[in-house]
């Protein structure tokens, strides 16, 4: 990807990537992701909090926040931004993993890609085009987790292939995602996303058409999306679609957490490649609980014309 960028006038190229990773912080999301959960997990604390706030305070409206503002959906504002924030973060967590494997410093790299060709890489790495995605660097999806996440530096032998197969897993999960979340582009240009429960049921109808019998309920969920697609379903013209989608921000923690952990990773083996070091602590992945991660996913999702 680097191959066709346009020349940079640099004056001290090779102190950039050591300014970039000795400031990075690899938390920096995470943090926020920590503040919106431990908000939500004690909203009734916090509304008590808050409304106390308002009554000390001499001046109405002085303050960042006042009891007014926190409703349903202030919460539900919360949860998605967890969401959003995972998507935001694996976006930029793979262009880091990239990086390495580009011509230019990473921190310029990293200023001047495009998401379109995240995108791409993205789904290059699914498809297993290693190669591609590393200017042939490097051809399997275990070689490049070494590179991009250990900077090379060799894994112990009774954890190398159990740590490579838990990243790639986990990798492959993420990716998957962020290529199934359209609407983090309603959320990002626009905030074009509506938040809030949602449900999707059926219901018999007799023969006039009047609804009859109990509802079945096919999904259900406190935490979902709403937003619009455009199809070309051959009517002439660009059928305006209305996508509901359910999302679980206990599981867009779970993953802003496992990448701030990888991305620690990144930072310190970058870091020691940079300074020379030959010699390093390397802290594995811990074991996945594959299933309970799985258990976590709210695939429902649906589709209406409008």
Known sequence: ???NAPPYILRNPGQLDLRFYDGFDHKFLFR????????FDRKEQFKEL???VDEQTEEPGSEYLSSEDIDDKYFEGLKAEVYFTEMHQFEGFFALLLAIFQELPHWLYLTTYKTGEIKKAVQNFLDGHIKTITNDKVGNKKDFIIHAVYAGFPLSDENREPTLENIQWFLERLAERYLEA???NAYKHGL???TGPSQFSIRL?????VPRGPAYVLGASSDAFSFLELEDKGEGGLTVVEVNKHFNPEESFLNLYMMQVLLEEVKKTRLARIKGETQIDIITV??????KIQSLRKFFTWRLTV
Do not use: S, W
């Open 1 to 3: 990807m680097a191959k």
């Open 32 to 39: 926020k992701a920590q503040t919106l959960m431990h908000l």
């Open 50 to 52: 808050i409304k106390k």
């Open 182 to 184: 359209v609407e983090y």
């Open 192 to 194: 074009r996303v509506l």
């Open 205 to 209: 109808n007799d023969a006039n058409g």
């Open 286 to 291: 811990p074991t996945l609980d594959k299933d």
